[in-house]
């Protein structure tokens, strides 16, 4: 599977903003998804996962109640809402996908990978 990450940009501390990853080359309801992000000197850390129904869903304790992970499989499609964004929150905000029955929380699970979209959120 392919994986294509859009939907970054600028904004300012306090803003949403939602980033896309759209899916092609096999069948995306298969996949178990992920968002990782990665900042500067920083390793790339889990940020939300959602098994392949979408019934399930799991974040990272410095996103929840903040950032929302969703899917449409009828659009090949996994979506991360980020509200009330702060600047720790600025990153390269990366896709990932893994043939799998269960929630992946770790970059090794993973086994395809978009090439990343950047969210810069200013103080």
């Known amino acids: 599977v392919q994986l294509q990450a859009s939907g970054g940009g600028l904004v300012q501390a306090g803003d949403s903003l939602r980033v896309s990853c759209a899916a092609s080359g096999d069948t995306f309801s298969n996949y178990v998804m992920g968002w990782f992000r990665q900042s500067p000197g920083r390793e790339r850390e889990f940020v939300a996962t959602i098994t392949r129904s979408g019934g399930s869903t799991r974040y990272a304790d410095f996103v929840k109640g903040r950032f929302t992970i969703s899917r449409d499989n009828a659009k090949n499609t996994v979506y991360l809402q980020m509200n009330n964004l702060k600047p720790e929150d600025t990153a390269v905000y990366y896709c990932?996908?893994?043939?799998?029955?269960?929630?992946?929380?770790?970059?090794?699970?993973?086994?395809?990978w978009g090439q990343g979209t950047q969210v810069t959120v200013s103080s």
């Open positions: 990932a996908a893994k043939t799998s029955l269960v929630l992946l929380l770790r970059a090794s699970n993973y086994s395809h």
